[in-house]
Nanobody, 114 residues
């Protein structure tokens, strides 16, 4: 199983960005998957998570600004981010549960700065 996260970059405060996590060797369909982030000097935290039953949980700091979704046909997971602030600066990781095994992507850096 390989997860490839992409879409990070430099964006100004108030801007938007969409991250993509493409899977190979398995499928997102009917599996729990989500996005996490880790800022410098901080622990990795939940950003958004979609359970296999499609229930979604968002981190408190991104609720209402970020949206998680998936495209089964493209075997990809997305994170639409809007109203970005410097506090959103972090490396963003995607995670996919295959049975009891947790798979992680390599991370993509999002920098919010003017």
């Amino acid at each position: 199983v390989q997860l490839q996260a992409s879409g990070g970059g430099l964006v100004q405060p108030g801007g938007s960005l969409t991250l993509t996590c493409a899977a190979s060797g398995t499928v997102f369909s009917s599996r729990s998957a989500g996005w996490y982030r880790q800022a410098p000097g901080k622990e990795r935290e939940l950003v958004a998570y979609q359970y296999a039953n499609r229930e979604i949980k968002y981190g408190d700091s991104v609720e209402g600004r970020f949206k998680i979704s998936r495209d089964i046909a493209k075997n990809s997971l997305y994170l639409q981010m809007s109203s970005l602030t410097p506090e959103d600066t972090a490396v963003y990781f995607c995670r996919l549960m295959v049975g009891a095994i947790s798979h992680w992507g390599q991370g993509t850096l999002v920098t919010v700065s003017s």
